[in-house]
């Protein structure tokens, strides 16, 4: 097995485009964004080409540099959420990844990974690393708009109901404006969530976003009367549109903007040809999970793992 410190982008993102099971948290494109906003994050992807011809690349985020003999770096797939993993050519199997499991619990490094729930192949991790069993929600999709409409439950029509009468409307960010109001949006969800928020995100992470991603993201906003009172952040890679984050006003619950913003995303991923859309894992908050399930979301367990070097 050959090893590729630092694959380059070409490498890389042939494996992401070629394997239906990535997710955009694979691309270089998002780990190029997020060490655009964090200067102390560097990229540390690995690449590998076996024996057989077969390639694959093990996408990381590197949030600790090593020091020489003293120090240890910090290795994370994916980051924010995110899904990490091996992302392969169809003669990559299991036991060529097994081999890229090997290979990297010999190195001077802490290691995470949140594996990707749309992978069909199984790969048991190495002894020592503390694994957690989890789960997202997706909604397979169709072209038939009337089947996603029935997808939803009881609750889900009725809500999405309730949003129409008061009005709610949607549509792309377009301007630097809109970003800002979005951030604006977020700051508000973090002072009601209070201390439950684990991590803050710089308003530089969403101008990145914005100005970098091209089609790849895409920063829908629910608006009442000309105000944004909600928005969505979505992935789009392949045939997965993946939920990334979200910010909402609270004097505005009662208009059900999230269930129309979800809804229009929904059938514009499934017209323009994606298969799933993923909601996203859900932190353990029932009703999170409930909302996710009124619009027909089954769950795809995954598992984040975390090996310390010691």
Same mark, same amino acid.
């Given at each position: 097995?050959?090893?590729?410190?630092?694959?380059?982008?070409?490498?890389?993102?042939?494996?992401?485009?070629?394997?239906?099971?990535?997710?955009?948290?694979?691309?270089?494109?998002?780990?190029?964004?997020?060490?655009?906003?964090?200067?102390?994050?560097?990229?540390?992807?690995?690449?590998?080409?076996?024996?057989?011809?077969?390639?694959?690349?093990?996408?990381?985020?590197?949030?600790?540099?090593?020091?020489?003999?003293?120090?240890?770096?910090?290795?994370?797939?994916?980051?924010?959420?995110?899904?990490?993993?091996?992302?392969?050519?169809?003669?990559?199997?299991?036991?060529?990844?097994?081999?890229?499991?090997?290979?990297?619990?010999?190195?001077?490094?802490?290691?995470?990974?949140?594996?990707?729930?749309?992978?069909?192949?199984?790969?048991?991790?190495?002894?020592?690393?503390?694994?957690?069993?989890?789960?997202?929600?997706?909604?397979?999709?169709?072209?038939?708009?009337?089947?996603?409409?029935?997808?939803?439950?009881? =609750? %889900?029509?009725?809500?999405?109901?309730?949003? &129409? /009468?008061?009005?709610?409307?949607?549509? +792309?960010?377009?301007?630097? #404006?809109?970003?800002?109001?979005?951030?604006?949006?977020?700051?508000?969800?973090?002072?009601?969530?209070?201390?439950?928020?684990?991590?803050?995100?710089?308003?530089?992470?969403?101008?990145?976003?914005f100005a970098h991603a091209?089609?790849?993201?895409?920063?829908?906003?629910?608006?009442?009367?000309?105000?944004?009172?909600?928005?969505?952040?979505?992935?789009?890679?392949?045939?997965?549109?993946?939920?990334?984050?979200?910010?909402?006003?609270?004097?505005?619950?009662?208009?059900?903007?999230?269930?129309?913003?979800?809804?229009?995303?929904?059938?514009?991923?499934?017209?323009?040809?994606?298969?799933?859309y993923d909601f996203g894992?859900? =932190? %353990?908050?029932?009703?999170?999970?409930?909302? &996710? /399930?009124?619009f027909g979301a089954q769950? +795809?367990?995954?598992?984040? #793992?975390?090996?310390?070097?010691?």
């Amino acid at each position: 097995m050959q090893i590729k410190d630092w694959p380059d982008v070409p490498f890389w993102e042939e494996l992401a485009r070629a394997n239906p099971a990535c997710t955009f948290y694979h691309t270089p494109l998002w780990h190029d964004i997020v060490i655009k906003a964090y200067k102390d994050y560097s990229i540390g992807t690995r690449g590998f080409i076996f024996d057989n011809g077969g390639r694959a690349a093990f996408p990381f985020i590197q949030t600790k540099k090593g020091r020489p003999l003293l120090g240890k770096s910090r290795l994370k797939s994916s980051v924010f959420g995110g899904y990490g993993g091996i992302i392969a050519d169809t003669s990559v199997g299991a036991a060529q990844q097994q081999e890229v499991y090997d290979f990297l619990v010999k190195q001077r490094a802490s290691i995470s990974i949140d594996t990707n729930p749309f992978s069909k192949t199984a790969v048991k991790l190495p002894e020592g690393f503390i694994c957690k069993e989890d789960f997202t929600q997706a909604l397979t999709l169709t072209k038939d708009e009337q089947a996603l409409y029935q997808k939803l439950n009881r =609750g %889900g029509k009725s809500n999405l109901n309730q949003a &129409k /009468k008061h009005g709610i409307t949607v549509r +792309l960010a377009r301007t630097d #404006a809109d970003v800002h109001a979005y951030y604006a949006l977020y700051r508000d969800t973090l002072r009601r969530w209070g201390d439950g928020a684990l991590f803050e995100y710089p308003e530089s992470l969403f101008f990145t976003i914005f100005a970098h991603a091209g089609n790849a993201i895409k920063i829908w906003l629910a608006e009442k009367e000309g105000v944004i009172v909600a928005g969505v952040i979505i992935f789009y890679w392949n045939r997965i549109a993946t939920y990334w984050h979200g910010a909402s006003h609270q004097d505005y619950f009662q208009c059900y903007p999230n269930n129309m913003l979800h809804m229009e995303i929904i059938r514009d991923a499934a017209a323009a040809g994606f298969h799933f859309y993923d909601f996203g894992p859900s =932190g %353990g908050q029932e009703g999170v999970v409930r909302f &996710k /399930k009124s619009f027909g979301a089954q769950e +795809l367990p995954f598992v984040s #793992a975390h090996r310390k070097f010691r």
